[in-house]
């Protein structure tokens, strides 16, 4: 198998620590536990952990920083971390005014963050969470998986709690970055998994998936690789149709990368977007085009609208300082 | 073939379309040119341009912006732009106090933006450059290729020019940067190219490549494919070697994905360097990890160190405003 690793069992921790000592000013990886905190936690406010199965970086430990998440639990690849490291995570951001975690809509996940929930409660600390549910591809909202939309709703949430609002406010803020955000996206190669070199999933060399989840989870359909014209139409009526979205309206945009995407293929893809956006009097407000939620090399994109008011698109553009969101 | 894009005659210009609609604020596509500059250039003074072959985004688009490169031209997909795109990048740029050129160690990159500096000078306009040959996997340095070493040299030369420093100073600026950076890469497997959908180079599944060029050109030897710790040890020794780094001194760090490694395998690379450093006793300053010099979706990475003085980590440090750097 081709990667650049050492032993397989220990490649999270290993990137735990190429992470802390890459940002020795502001991350701390907890000791003894896959957990990378803000170190320069000095405010009493509600702090933000968020978290998930490791593979899909920057998310989370990127987005750790003032302004954005106070932590970020990484569990093995692929697989959601256990409740004894999320509660850790919480116990070492816990400033009195709160905690708000912040799940993906994954089984595992939703299971394991909860329970820390239940048990930082039984330790005397005041939490709440969020479920992120932005991935239009799978059809009922509550089983909808959380995506690249989760990465706008750290930013918002966190740019919240830095005012110092309430856990209630912070948990409303993210709650509706939740309610404006959705994401579709497709895929033409699968990811390597590094403990067994597999792909995460099967296609022919002259097919590609649509509505594809973060982990390999079967998509919408498979198809013959469709032009980036075909692929911006097929995901901006979805994205636009989900949200109702309707002319005069502003949105952000994210074209992520799934890992092994250039970045010329994600600007192309951009560049159908944003006339597709004009022509339907929809504003965008501001864009990102990069690796935000990938998939190890997994071979795609996602495309994320966030619908904004006044008020998101000032928590959005609020000063941030993580690795790997501005 | 599977490429997110359209016809791949037109795939440079609408990724550039792309990337002028995803920064409106300060980024503009030259009418009718392959050219990105930075649209909010007000001031008098020296002016910076570079630019090479596509498929090695970010670089040089994503390096435009206040306190870095003030234009940016894209050739065709690994090859060099031609002189009349070059001039008429300089000339878009140009403020009467000096247009430094920032060329890759590449032949045909060196005589189209020489034969565009000649071009430029019979146009009145007072033009000099710099050529940047920071890869010691090849032999004499006046061979070696430039690599993801330019990135540094752009950040640099770009804060020494916003301080109104002459076209000599910023020249010296340059040049000094560029004596004290060195680069090395490794590859696990060659990009697709999007013309005619070949692989870049042939790597048979079990063995990697030392010292690969950015566009495919041969390394210095096939291996098995080595552990992240054996490919630190290869990399840093190299480096340190050729910087003549000693005890004491200190460097920034570039891990440059080439375009489809995990960033979790860039962060365990580093986690390796990082160790290595300091058990040689040399300080890491600053630390960047991600996909700054490309090679459309080439698997592997390379490693940059720039040995620094206060002068340099401060033009290091000073702000900068751009799509990719920070």
């Known amino acids: 198998m081709k990667k650049v690793m050492n032993d397989p069992q220990n490649i999270v921790q290993e990137m735990l620590l190429g992470m802390e000592a ?8 907890l000791n003894g536990f896959d957990v990378i905190v ?74 394991n963050f909860q329970m820390a929930v239940e048990m930082a409660e039984m330790e005397g600390i005041n939490t709440d969470f969020v479920i992120v549910n932005d ?10 998986r959380g995506i690249a939309g989760t990465v706008f709703v750290h930013k918002i949430a966190g ?34 998994l ?24 079967p998509g919408i359909k498979q198809t013959e690789v469709l032009t980036a014209r075909e692929i911006a139409e097929d995901l901006v009526i979805s994205l636009k149709e989900d949200l ?15 890992g092994a995407t250039p970045l010329m293929e994600l600007q192309v893809l951009f560049n159908e977007v944003a006339m597709l956006c004009q022509n339907s009097g929809i504003k965008i407000i501001k864009t990102y085009i990069g690796n935000y939620m990938t998939s190890l090399n997994m071979a795609g994109l996602s495309l994320t609208f966030l619908r904004t008011d006044q008020d998101l698109a000032d928590l959005l553009n609020a000063p941030v ?6």
């Open 22 to 29: 890459s940002a020795p000013g502001f991350l701390k990886k």
């Open 38 to 111: 803000n170190k320069d936690l000095k405010e009493e406010r509600v702090t933000l952990i968020s978290g998930g199965g490791s593979g899909h970086e920057p998310a989370h430990g990127g987005y750790v920083g003032k302004g954005m998440l106070d932590a970020a639990v990484a569990g093995p690849v692929f697989t959601s971390p256990g409740p004894d490291q999320i509660l850790e995570g919480i116990k070492a951001i816990d400033k009195s005014k709160g905690v708000l975690i912040i799940i993906k809509n994954y089984s595992g996940d939703v299971m």
């Open 135 to 144: 991935d239009v591809a799978v059809g009922e909202s509550s089983q909808r």
């Open 159 to 192: 740019a919240r709690a830095i005012t110092g609002a309430s856990l209630k406010e912070v948990k409303e803020t993210a709650q509706k970055a939740i309610n404006n955000v959705r994401s579709k996206g497709i895929a033409l190669d699968p990811c390597i």
């Open 194 to 217: 590094p403990h067994n070199g597999q792909p995460s999933f099967q296609i022919s060399s002259d097919k590609m998936e649509i509505g594809l989840g973060i982990h390999g989870e």
């Open 244 to 258: 109702g979205l309707e002319t005069g309206e502003k949105i952000a945009v994210m074209v992520n990368g799934l």
């Open 321 to 326: 300082c993580t690795l790997s969101f501005r």
